[in-house]
């Protein structure tokens, strides 16, 4: 009788397993990263297909190591919120040890994968980006300061690096443009999230910016962050890097954020920081897509 229980649970039991390992990844956080790598490869160049998926593979490889790792570490902040209590680690279903064993293997691997196959300044980059967002974000600058998404949020912007060592084997002054441009992008697109999110930051003692400064500065701050990152995108086309392809998007997408900002800032309405949420993931996604068209004209 048991054998017939353990092989009816059995089958059921893997890809349950396998889930919850897949989840640690977090795969979709990673869509947008991954988009961006795969427009600046363009920008930077005429990447082959088997470039681009490698420089893909490792940079997945390397953002779901770090990924892995965060669960373990914010195991007891995630318990606390309902939008995250029921993450493998924080439920008890992977231990804290087999999320870091796993986050730092796939780091290993993303580092040798690029290294080979790639080039070694890529692979240096992807495991900056890795140990910026484990070490310095999550392990120190997430609990201590409100100006953790701010300081962190390089971590994030590592991806535009190393596409464009992967296909150059260097890096440019577009290259550092693109990277302030997700830099500056992560403040206001996080402080939107985050208002949505506040009650759950405070009861897990988190000093997220609306928890510790309040909701009305927050908005000034996605204001400010926002007109800075409309500056910013315009780098590209000043420095003779991109041209009116890019530009005439670069500004009515930019126009659009800051109406958001606007909105959002006059109205205090939880709608207007949802829809800022979700213009800002789309307007990330539209900028570097009217990069890489305009790089291929």
């Given at each position: 009788m048991s054998g017939a229980q353990t092989a009816t649970i059995a089958p059921t039991a893997a890809p349950s397993v396998l889930r919850d390992y897949l989840t640690l990844t977090k795969l979709k956080v990673q869509s947008l990263l991954l988009f961006t790598t795969v427009t600046t490869m363009y920008v930077a160049g005429d990447p082959s297909l088997g470039l681009i998926l490698?420089?893909?593979?490792?940079?997945?490889?390397?953002?779901?190591?770090?990924?892995?790792?965060?669960?373990?570490?914010?195991?007891?902040?995630?318990?606390?919120?309902?939008?995250?209590?029921?993450?493998?680690?924080?439920?008890?279903r992977i231990s804290p040890g087999a999320a870091i064993a796993f986050g730092a293997s796939l780091e290993c691997a993303s580092f040798l994968l690029l290294a080979t196959t790639v080039n070694p300044l890529a692979a240096t980059l992807s495991l900056w980006g890795f140990l910026g967002y484990v070490f310095v974000y999550t392990l120190w600058l997430k609990r201590t300061t409100p100006q953790n998404i701010v300081i962190g949020g390089a971590a994030g912007a590592m991806p535009p690096l190393v596409a464009w060592a992967a296909v150059t084997g260097g890096l440019s002054g577009m290259a550092?443009?693109?990277?302030?441009?997700?830099?500056?992008?992560?403040?206001?697109?996080?402080?939107?999230?985050?208002?949505?999110?506040?009650?759950?930051?405070?009861?897990?003692?988190?000093?997220?910016?609306?928890?510790?400064?309040?909701?009305?500065?927050?908005?000034?701050?996605?204001?400010?962050?926002?007109?800075?990152?409309?500056?910013?995108?315009?780098?590209?086309?000043?420095?003779?890097?991109?041209?009116?392809?890019y530009l005439v998007p670069s500004m009515l997408?930019?126009?659009?954020?800051?109406?958001?900002?606007?909105?959002?800032?006059?109205?205090?309405?939880r709608r207007w920081a949802l829809r800022t949420y979700l213009f800002s993931l789309a307007y990330l996604a539209l900028l570097f897509l009217a990069m890489a068209i305009d790089s291929q004209l």
């Open positions: 490698l420089t893909c593979l490792g940079g997945a490889l390397s953002a779901g190591g770090a990924g892995a790792i965060n669960h373990a570490v914010d195991r007891d902040i995630d318990r606390t919120m309902a939008r995250t209590a029921n993450r493998p680690v924080a439920a008890g550092f443009f693109l990277f302030a441009i997700v830099f500056f992008w992560t403040p206001p697109h996080f402080w939107a999230l985050s208002l949505l999110m506040k009650d759950e930051y405070a009861k897990a003692g988190i000093p997220m910016l609306p928890v510790v400064r309040g909701e009305d500065e927050t908005r000034r701050q996605i204001l400010l962050y926002t007109v800075l990152l409309y500056a910013v995108t315009q780098l590209p086309f000043c420095a003779g890097g991109l041209g009116i392809a997408l930019g126009a659009g954020f800051i109406y958001c900002s606007v909105k959002l800032l006059r109205t205090a309405d």
